[in-house]
C-alpha cells in the first residue's frame, strides 16, 4: 500500500475548525499533527532564508512531506529556458528540509506550449539534480496530447490532476506511472467553493485504489481562500481512515 499524502497549500487553520487540531507552538505543528504533506506557495513568488526550511523541519514530525512551488522566475519569467543556476540556487534553498522535501511542484503559465526543444532538457536536468517527486501542472492544451503524456512517463515526471480541469483528461494523474498528484482549486469558484460530499467520497475512493496499485498520491486543497480546503482535506482524511 503507498502512501496517500492529502493537505492544503500553505498551514493556515480556520478559526471554526482549530478545535480539530491538537495544542501547538504554531500553526505548523498543529496542522502537522493531523495532515501528512502540505504544499508551500510562497516559494514562488519569493526565495527564504535557510534558516526558515531548518526552522520548519524542526516542527514537523518524522515522517512529515513537504511540496515546494518552483520559483515564478525559473517557470514563468524564464518559462524554463536557461534556468540551470536558478534551480541550482532554489534546491540549495531548500536542502535544509532534507528528505521532507519530498516533491517539486512545477506550475506553468497557460500560454507556455510544450517545446520539447527547452522542457526535455529542463525536466531531465531537474530530475537528474532532485530525488523526490516531481510534479508538473502545465495550463495548456498541448501538455494533454497522448504523446507529451508518455514523454513525462518516460522522463518520471508526474503530470497534476487538477480540478477544474483544463482539458478533457486533465483530472486524469498521467506521466510517471508511481506517483499522483491531485490539486483540487475549488469548483465552481476557484480557490473558494468547497466540493461536497460525492465528489470527496469519490476522491477517497480513487485515492484508495490507486494507493492499493502502488502509486504514490498527494492530494492537495487548494480552494484555502474562505477555508473550504481544510474541512475537505480532513472529510477525505477521515474516509481514507475508514
Known amino acids: 500500500m503507498a502512501p ?13 475548525m482549530q ?7 504554531s500553526h505548523l505543528a498543529r496542522y502537522a499533527q493531523v495532515f501528512p504533506a502540505v504544499e508551500i506557495n510562497s516559494t514562488f513568488h519569493r526565495p527564504h532564508r535557510g534558516s526558515t526550511f531548518e526552522r520548519w523541519s524542526e516542527i514537523v514530525p518524522r515522517g512529515f512531506r513537504f511540496s515546494l512551488k518552483l520559483p515564478k522566475a525559473i517557470t514563468h519569467e524564464h518559462r524554463l ?7 541550482e540556487e532554489f534546491l ?15 506550475q506553468l503559465p497557460p500560454s507556455l506550449e510544450l517545446d520539447l526543444r527547452v522542457a526535455r532538457p529542463f525536466l531531465l536536468d531537474l530530475r537528474e539534480r532532485f530525488a523526490g517527486d ?23 515526471v508526474a503530470r497534476v490532476a487538477a480540478d477544474p480541469p483544463r482539458a478533457a483528461n486533465g483530472f486524469e494523474p498521467t506521466g510517471d506511472p508511481g506517483v499522483a498528484y491531485f490539486r483540487l482549486h475549488g469548483s465552481p469558484r476557484m480557490y473558494y467553493s468547497s466540493y461536497d460530499d460525492a465528489f470527496l467520497e469519490a476522491l477517497a475512493t480513487r ?11 498527494w492530494c492537495i486543497f487548494d480552494n484555502t481562500t474562505l477555508g473550504a480546503g481544510t474541512g475537505n482535506a480532513l472529510a477525505v482524511m477521515e474516509r481514507l481512515r475508514r
Open 207 to 217: 485515492l484508495q485504489a490507486l494507493a492499493q496499485r502502488g502509486v504514490r498520491c
Open 81 to 87: 529556458a536557461g534556468t540551470r543556476g536558478l534551480v
Open 92 to 106: 540549495g534553498q531548500i536542502a535544509p528540509l532534507g528528505e521532507a522535501a519530498a516533491c517539486l511542484l512545477v
Open 4 to 16: 496517500v499524502l492529502v493537505g492544503t497549500a500553505g498551514w493556515s487553520l480556520p478559526r471554526e
Open 19 to 25: 478545535e480539530r487540531f491538537p495544542p501547538g507552538e
Open 134 to 156: 516531481i510534479a508538473l501542472e502545465p495550463r495548456h492544451a498541448s501538455w494533454f496530447e497522448p504523446q507529451a503524456g508518455q514523454w513525462l512517463a518516460e522522463s518520471n
